[in-house]
């Protein structure tokens, strides 16, 4: 009880038993050192993003509707693409609270066609995707930036499966980055997630959302830890040697680089490849499903392994 709460009590006549000593029920931060912390992953953010200017949201749905806000305020046209499978469930959801019109650009299963992307992005406000489509392929990120700039369209990457990455997640490339640092993301952090852009006006754009976002004071540091590419790469040797176990299927982008491995099926294939997940405790999800391939397959989820349990 703090002491002038004591006080007015005894005061007021009312006897009140104090504990001499009051324990610590968890550790405190101080303010300066939250300011430290936070300082830190900013900065980790800002390398690993190639952007001036980085915030750290408490998901990454937030990360993308502050991303979306920004599209509607400075690029105001009523046009949104999306990728037409490989993406994310709030790419088809969100636009609409902002009345934007999505428009779906093909994909070559995720990988974002270049001609559709040239007609699609004219007299658009923006193009949102996932620079690894589904988690399972790389997207083009220099070609589709070349695009977008031509038509005034503004690029949104998607970079969940991408932090930490040598090419994608790459400020160079992209307007705007969001991502999640969500359960099964290369930055696991249970919770949270960042938008960047280098462009300070974006950030201004977003001021009356950014004041609907915050973390827990502690999510900096627990954070700072995770702000690298050390999942991510075990993710992609994982990813790489399942491609060599299932060689003889029919594996979708089998060249490209992914956290992912899917696979096509028949009635045939179906118990092997559930057989091959059982024994080497893959979890999978089954497709067609918006947010890895329109296609019957099934995806091998190398993103969901905890590396570091087995390594402890
Ligand atoms: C590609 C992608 N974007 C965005 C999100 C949303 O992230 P959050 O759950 O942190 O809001 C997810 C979540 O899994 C995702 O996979």
Redesign the pocket.
């Known amino acids: 009880m703090p002491r002038q709460v004591f006080d007015r009590l005894k005061n007021l006549g009312l006897k009140v038993a104090f504990k001499k000593k009051e324990e610590a029920v968890c550790p405190v931060i101080g303010e300066d050192k939250i300011a430290e912390y936070q300082e830190k992953a900013v900065k980790k953010l800002k390398k690993l993003s190639r952007h001036g200017y980085v915030r750290i949201t408490?998901?990454?749905?937030?990360?993308?509707f502050a991303a979306l806000f920004i599209a509607k305020k400075i690029n105001p046209k009523p046009k949104l693409i999306i990728p037409d499978q490989g993406?994310?469930?709030?790419f088809k959801r969100y636009p609409l609270i902002l009345n934007f019109a999505v428009k779906e650009v093909k994909t070559h299963y995720g990988i974002i066609d270049l001609d559709d992307l040239k007609e699609q992005s004219k007299n658009a406000s923006a193009l949102i995707f996932?620079s690894f489509a589904g988690?399972f392929a790389e997207q083009p990120l220099k070609k589709i930036f070349k695009i977008c700039k031509a038509n005034n369209c503004l690029v949104i990457e998607?970079a969940?499966?991408a932090v930490g990455d040598r090419k994608l997640c790459n400020g160079k490339y992209s307007d705007i980055i969001?991502?999640?640092?969500?359960?099964?993301?290369p930055v696991n952090s249970g919770?949270?997630?960042f938008i960047s852009s280098n462009n300070p006006e974006h950030f201004n754009a977003a001021k009356e959302v950014f004041s609907m976002i915050s973390v827990h004071p502690s999510f900096f540091k627990e954070v700072i830890p995770k702000l690298n590419n050390q999942r991510l790469k075990s993710i992609l040797e994982k990813a790489e040697a399942i491609k060599k176990d299932l060689k003889k299927f029919q594996i979708v982008h089998p060249d490209s680089r992914g956290l992912n491995v899917v696979v096509k099926f028949d009635a045939q294939t179906l118990p092997q490849l559930l057989d091959y997940c059982q024994k080497n405790s893959l979890q999978y999800v089954l497709c067609p499903n918006y947010?890895r391939l329109n296609e019957r397959a099934i995806s091998i989820e190398a993103k969901r392994i905890d590396f570091l349990k087995k390594i402890c």
């Not at 408490?58 to 993308?64: E, F, L, T």
């Open positions: 408490s998901r990454g749905n937030s990360a993308i993406g994310w469930i709030s996932t988690y998607d969940s499966g969001v991502a999640s640092f969500g359960k099964w993301s919770y949270g997630g947010i």
